[in-house]
């Protein structure tokens, strides 16, 4: 069986570096005042406790750039992390474990091992953190990748 999921929009979002608010679009990268910008994004994986997971991958191919956030700041990490909801400021340096750092708009990332982690575990969801590998490049210029929640997609196959 296959399951598509999209990012829950109120569970998602971006935290700044000075703090400033939880937009609901996703930004990872560097603002026109050179403070950073971390995105989350969390996936109701509720459905899926007890089965297991044959393959599970994150779709970013709807994400877009501003300037070139991979080149001028040394990558978008995309990692998983654990954030208690609602998401707040004090998730901003939450520890997690680094996926891929990308250097474009990815293909489809296999993360099949963390989801089958997070189902075995009982949780109920699955996170992903994107942020720059590198401090900001200081050029007063905003250089980011952006998500909409609405188009992100975590496919997941599964045993029925």
Known sequence: AQIVLNAV???SGTLYEP??????TILAGDTS?????????SFDISSLIGKTVQSASLALGS??????PFTSLSGIWVGEVQYPLPLDQADYNIAGTGIVNLNAIPAPIDVKTYV??????GKSRFQIRLHPAGPSDMDGQADYISCNAGSVTLTITYNP
């Open 33 to 41: 005042s050179n403070d950073i910008a971390r995105g989350y994004m």
């Open 19 to 24: 703090a400033a608010g939880v937009p609901s």
């Open 63 to 68: 994400c877009s750039t501003m300037q070139n």
């Open 116 to 121: 089958q982690t997070r189902i075995s575990e």
């Open 9 to 11: 929009a109120s569970e």
